[in-house]
């Protein structure tokens, strides 16, 4: 038996990994969760397939729920694949479900997939980092757990480029708090379904980001790269 921990690219379904495509063809199961696009478990032609998302409206799968039924699966069958939107080691609790493998004592291999954090930037012409603008970039979470006792996040972060991911319910908030340490005319660019046909692409800056009409799953972009963005695409603001 073996897991293969995979990734399944931030969307566009071109932009799977032929490892990953590999694996699909081999699995007998696939657990996976809610996909951008749905289209690449067709490469799962011989597997049972298992969503285990969230359902708007139903009881969905804790993690640990999940963590069960995946070593279940793995001693039930030769082949599982875990398939998970973007990389699964990117806010996609990929280490934990990777950690309760280990403690069973099954294989498991690990397929890393493009993050939409970096792959969906890069898809539009914004690079994350840019000689002379960008050294360093922070990926950040604008969910933290509301159950953790203190928040990790701070806000307060030194690095050129900063990337929310799970950012859009608490944007005003979130915002709010990096206007305390960023300067409010800081370029933004929010980019809605990246990498999909339905793709839409929000610039502006913090101080009017939140102004405009913004909806999920989209990442936030923070930082004067998106002026290179705006350059290649000759917006003028
Ligand atoms: C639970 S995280 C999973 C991230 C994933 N593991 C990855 O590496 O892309 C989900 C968040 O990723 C971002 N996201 C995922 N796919 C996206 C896409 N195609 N366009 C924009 N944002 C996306 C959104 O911020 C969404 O709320």
């Given at each position: 038996m073996v897991v293969y921990l995979v990734g399944a690219g931030?969307?566009?379904?071109?932009?799977?990994t032929l490892k990953a495509i590999n694996a699909l063809k081999k699995a007998e199961v696939v657990l996976y969760d809610k996909?951008?696009?749905?289209?690449?478990?067709?490469?799962?032609?011989n597997a049972k397939l298992v969503y285990v998302g969230k359902q708007a409206g139903q009881h969905y799968k804790t993690q640990d729920e999940i963590n069960k039924l995946l070593v279940k699966e793995a001693k039930d069958n030769n082949i599982v694949v875990r398939l998970k939107g973007g990389d699964p080691f990117v806010f996609g609790r990929g280490g934990e479900e990777m950690l309760a493998l280990k403690k069973e004592g099954i294989k498991f291999e690990l397929i890393p997939g493009v993050t939409s954090a970096i792959g969906a930037p890069t898809t539009i012409g914004l690079p994350v980092t840019h000689r002379g603008i960008a050294t360093s970039l922070t990926l950040v979470t604008?969910?933290?757990?509301?159950?953790?006792?203190?928040?990790?996040?701070?806000?307060?972060?030194?690095?050129?480029t900063i990337v929310i991911l799970m950012g859009i319910s608490n944007l005003a908030e979130n915002i709010a708090e990096i206007m305390k340490y960023k300067d409010p005319s800081t370029p933004v660019c929010v980019i809605e379904n990246?990498?999909?046909?339905?793709q839409r692409i929000i610039t502006g800056t913090l101080e009017n980001i939140t102004e405009k009409n913004i909806k999920p799953p989209a990442l936030v972009v923070i930082g004067h790269v998106v002026d290179v963005f705006k350059e290649i695409n000759q917006i003028d603001e």
């Open positions: 931030p969307g566009d379904p071109e932009l799977i996909l951008a696009n749905e289209e690449i478990l067709e490469y799962a032609e604008g969910h933290e757990d509301p159950t953790k006792k203190e928040k990790q996040v701070k806000w307060d972060f030194k690095a050129d990246g990498t999909m046909e339905n």
